[in-house]
């Protein structure tokens, strides 16, 4: 059983930065995959990134690199997502979701177990 909580959501200007965070508590091993995808109005739940706790192999889709990073730090058991030039078209609510198998489809949906309750992500023109 894994929980996780999302938070540092919020309102922001274009070009701006919000790091987002994703706390796990329960039962969490260093090798899940973490994840984190994103959710606009009318539109399907779409990847972002994602990060392994063990090791520190990262995965993005190309659009996102040089603007979001996720990181980890296995000693609070917490990943991050450093959001910077950050445009309208980023709004959306932010999922965080921990896949305890290791997958290699990362960027699905059906790949992971658990999911946060999201933090809306609101960049202004």
């Known amino acids: 059983q894994v929980q996780l909580v999302e938070s540092g959501g919020g309102l922001v200007q274009a070009g701006g930065s919000l790091r987002l965070s994703c706390a796990a508590s329960?039962?969490?091993?260093?090798?899940?995959?973490m994840g984190w995808f994103r959710q606009a109005p009318g539109r399907e739940r779409e990847f972002v990134a994602a990060i392994n706790w063990s090791g520190v192999n990262t995965y993005y889709v190309d659009s996102m690199k040089g603007r979001f990073t996720i990181s980890r730090d296995n000693a609070k058991n917490t990943v991050y997502l450093q959001m910077n030039s950050l445009k309208p078209e980023d709004t959306a609510v932010y999922y965080c979701a921990a896949d305890r198998h290791g997958g290699s489809r990362y960027w699905t949906i059906n790949e992971y177990d658990y999911w946060g309750q999201g933090t809306q992500v609101t960049v202004s023109s």
């Open positions: 329960g039962r969490t091993f260093s090798s899940y995959t």
